[in-house]
């Protein structure tokens, strides 16, 4: 519960004799007491260095309240008499959060030898397979159909995946963005993540049991855990398969010749995003949860606090509830990640951007904090587009991502860690999962090449930007999806389009080229069209080839011979590597140099054009006579080398008419027929 500011900026916790911990504001403290309150706490800790912004922000007025009640409906009777006080202003259930991965498409945890499976029962649409290519070495990267899939495998259609190979041909990561990944430990030392880990250096170089960069947290090397009742809050991380996989599929070390890959892994260089592990999930031995985990939660707020404040600009949260919980803390991490204390600054972007599971319960009642508004809620696909079958769906779906399927080789495939939380070494370090909680981490990692593509060393670049582009880039998979059409968001992510720009015009060219008749000219066509990623160009040309003109493409060369004089309008479509295009109509005006004036079309229904030598630029007379004689119009027009003057004569009757065009002294007659 939230305290208003004048009663929460005096609240001292103390302890007293009893063993109860008091307030010292007399109605809450005797509130406590009617209803069993065994403990309360603040929800967010102070935050060092950071201790000012996060006062500002109120977080401090934050308290947890356990309450002993554990009749029926005991929270919301708590809530309702917590809620009534005039000095509280918000009170929120704590959530019980739970990784979303799936109940019914549970991982098999094995390494590269695969068994045979089952095959579907479903048949997917055929369509044609590509030929697999993989631009990185690494041996697990053919397994992970989820980022470019070929179609190679039966029942996949190709095509359904993040189309994460054109992307990477752009970005593949900068070690500037780092993605916080809140969720059980990371194996930080495990071969295929320790390179891509965010280090705390203060910390890492510092001394044990001291906050050696003043953040308030102390040895704080590789994030922090919140162990809630089970473990004392903690610098060590304790590595657990479910946060392991999620950061494996943002950025496992592309490109070192072993195991996987991640989707802003970065190219073997050093180049990866970095991960912060904010360890929320400690293991729990005493219980299983409903899909079979052993684990419990520990303060989530907090942790949004901690990524914002140390420097990571992505959060992903493979994790729901039902409770509509925290949402001052995700405010805190959207609008101040990416900034000193003072707001000024100092990350690839300014604010930070939350992705969350939609939850794995095949149902469109709303789970958080995925259906919090300014969080990015994820949505699954199998790998022929359809619907994963666990997949939540419903208006509150941002987009959707590969969620994995009921086998193994149609999961998720990714990192597991090398040993167990408690050290010892476990074998194989690669393994599979399925659920939006796989969902979600490669919409984070294509988040993270955005950040790394239009942030780094770039100000300006700010949340908004990011949603947006992202959003406007997906793919609609409607035709796929059938009665869950429109209901896993806007589409299917694409890293491709996401980190890409398309092809523009150049603007200072004009889209009419002149020629005289019957001559031959090239024109380069790069020098109309540029891609600002620096891709190469593929054109294609139609129109144009009707009898007034010749056209012919060679390379980036249009080829442009003349027949007739005329008006010809050619259409170029120029493609970039991710396959965004840009199309433009150039209007090719043949004049005939033995010709004065070129007048088209004729015969005419509405506009005549009227073209005449290069040296004509400006007012031009024109008079038009019916065929008894009659003067039906008298005007001028203007007539450019570039570009016609155009008479409107929609308006007359049909019939002959002379046209009779003055200029310079001369005068220049042409019959025309009005339809
Ligand atoms: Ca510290
Ligand atoms: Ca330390
Ligand atoms: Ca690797
Ligand atoms: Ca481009």
């Not at 990267?141 to 994460?164: E, T, V």
């Not at 194996?187 to 049991?209: C, I, K």
């Amino acid at each position: 519960m939230k305290f208003n500011r004048e009663t929460g900026d005096n609240i001292r916790l103390v302890t007293g004799e009893d063993g109860v911990v008091q307030t010292g504001v007399a109605e809450i403290d005797e509130m406590m007491t009617r209803l069993g309150v065994s403990k309360i706490e603040n929800v967010f800790a102070e935050g060092g260095t950071f201790r000012e912004r996060r006062r500002e922000a109120g977080l401090h007025l934050w308290y947890d309240v356990y309450a002993g009640d554990t009749q029926d409906h005991a929270e919301t009777r708590a809530m309702g008499v917590f809620g009534d006080l005039p000095f509280i202003n918000a009170v929120e259930l704590i959530p019980v959060y739970r990784q979303e991965q799936s109940p019914v498409e549970k991982y098999i945890n094995q390494s590269y030898s695969l068994a045979p499976e089952a095959q579907e029962t479903w048949q997917a649409p055929k369509e044609e397979a590509e030929t697999p290519y993989y631009p990185f070495n690494d041996p697990g990267l053919s397994l992970q159909w989820h980022y470019q899939n070929f179609g190679n495998k039966s029942g996949s259609i190709a095509g359904a995946d993040i189309n994460l190979f054109p992307a990477w041909e752009i970005t593949a990561g900068r070690p500037e963005v780092i993605v916080a990944v809140i969720d059980g430990g990371v194996d930080y030392s495990h071969p295929d993540l320790a390179a891509n880990m965010w280090v705390n250096t203060a910390e890492r170089n510092g001394t044990a049991g001291v906050d050696d960069d003043g953040n308030g947290y102390k040895d704080d090397v590789y994030g922090y855990r919140w162990g809630g009742s089970l473990f004392p809050d903690s610098g060590e991380i304790l590595p657990l398969d479910h946060g392991t996989h999620c950061a494996g599929t943002i950025a496992a070390v592309n490109n070192n010749g072993i195991g996987c890959c991640g989707v802003a892994g970065g190219t073997g260089k050093g180049d990866g995003v970095r991960i912060m592990s904010c360890q929320t999930f400690v293991p729990d031995n005493s219980k299983t949860d409903a899909y079979g985990n052993t684990i419990a939660t520990g303060n989530t707020a907090d942790a949004f606090a901690y990524a914002a404040d140390n420097g990571a600009v992505i959060v992903s949260c493979s994790f729901s509830s039902t409770s509509n919980s925290y949402k001052e803390a995700i405010d805190y991490f959207i609008k101040n990640a990416g900034t000193d204390k003072n707001g000024k600054q100092t990350g690839p972007m300014k604010g930070g951007v939350v992705v969350c599971a939609a939850g794995n319960e095949s149902s469109d009642t709303k789970r958080y904090p995925a259906a919090y508004e300014p969080c990015i809620s994820v949505g699954g696909i199998r790998w022929d587009y359809t619907k994963a079958s666990g997949s939540n769906y419903g208006d509150w779906i941002t987009l959707s991502a590969p969620y994995g399927g009921g086998g193994t080789d149609n999961a998720i495939y990714s990192t597991y860690p090398t040993k167990s939380p408690n050290g010892t070494p476990k074998s194989s370090g690669y393994g599979y999962k399925s659920g939006t909680s796989q969902a979600c981490p490669h919409v984070a990692g294509i988040a993270a090449l955005m950040v790394s593509k239009f942030g780094v060393s770039q100000p300006d670049y700010v949340p908004n930007k990011l949603v947006t582009r992202l959003a406007n880039s997906t793919r609609n998979i409607d035709s796929y999806l059938g009665s869950y059409a429109g209901r896993l968001g806007v589409g299917l992510v694409d890293a491709g389009r996401a980190v890409n720009y398309p092809p523009e015009m150049v603007p200072e060219k004009g889209r009419e080229i002149y020629l005289e008749a019957f001559e031959n000219v090239r024109i380069n066509l790069n020098e109309y069209f540029s891609d600002p990623d620096g891709d190469a160009l593929n054109y294609e040309v139609t129109g144009g080839n009707g009898g007034k003109l010749k056209v012919e493409l060679e390379g980036t060369i249009l080829v442009l011979t003349t027949i007739s004089a005329g008006h010809s309008d050619v259409k170029i479509k120029a493609t970039d590597l991710t396959g965004e295009s840009v199309t433009a109509t150039f209007a090719i005006l043949a004049m005939d140099p033995k010709s004065e004036a070129d007048v088209y079309p004729n015969p005419v229904t509405d506009i005549l054009q009227v073209r005449m030598g290069k040296e004509v630029n400006g007012e031009v007379g024109v008079q038009l006579f019916n065929s008894a004689g009659v003067k039906v119009l008298d005007t001028k027009i203007t007539v450019r080398p570039s570009k016609p003057g155009t008479i409107a004569v929609e308006k007359l009757s049909g019939g002959i008419y002379t046209l009779v065009i003055k200029y310079n002294g001369k005068e220049i007659k042409k019959n025309i027929l009005k339809y």
